[in-house]
């Protein structure tokens, strides 16, 4: 969970915050209490972000984020393996996130700053990579590339994970990392 989200969730009457992080100041969170702000927009001018995101609308888990129709529960306190972290995500009724729109990236690296679990995967032999919450086959060249060389695709490693390049890379079943959960509202 990000850090405006987190005083959010915590501020009475809080409904959402504005993040905005430019070369000219550091990370300033504004929080809102007006539920009609426009939420799931994303403004994205070279080095300026701007997301508005929504709080605890009543659609999402307490401990989830909204964005675009999804809840997103992102983990940046302890890390566990691909396996177990997509069973954490169950037990909360969501699974490792799908990147499917260059937007959800932008909101989702702007959440968390440090390399993520994905649920992208090839745990079946011989077969393309697929998201693990719908099976649907993960696109090789968009809305995320992969790093340079990757994926390396040996039989070690089969799990994907974003990293703090904007990137993608493959690991293994025995590394650790953070990780973020998806759910619709």
């Not at 809305?143 to 990137?167: H, K, R, V």
């Amino acid at each position: 969970m990000s850090q405006c989200a987190f005083f959010c969730v915590r501020t009475p009457g809080c409904t959402g915050y504005n993040i905005e992080n430019t070369a000219a100041t550091q990370k300033h969170c504004e929080l809102s209490a007006y539920a009609e702000t426009d939420v799931g927009a994303a403004v994205v001018t070279e080095n300026n972000y701007d997301f508005y995101t929504k709080v605890n609308s009543g659609e999402c888990p307490a401990d989830f984020i909204e964005f675009r129709g999804n809840c997103y529960y992102i983990e940046t306190l302890n890390t566990k393996t691909w396996l177990e972290a997509r069973d954490h995500c169950i037990s909360m009724g969501a699974d490792h996130v799908s990147l499917e729109s260059q937007g959800e990236i932008n909101f989702l690296t702007r959440q968390h700053p440090r390399n993520w679990w994905t649920g992208g995967n090839h745990i079946a032999a011989d077969t393309p990579w697929v998201w693990a919450a719908t099976g649907r086959q993960v696109d090789m060249c968009a809305p995320i590339p992969w790093l340079p060389g990757e994926p390396t695709n040996n039989d070690l490693e089969i799990y994907m994970y974003a990293t703090t390049s904007y990137q993608r890379n493959d690991a293994g079943k025995y590394v650790s990392s953070y990780y973020i959960c998806e759910k619709s509202t």
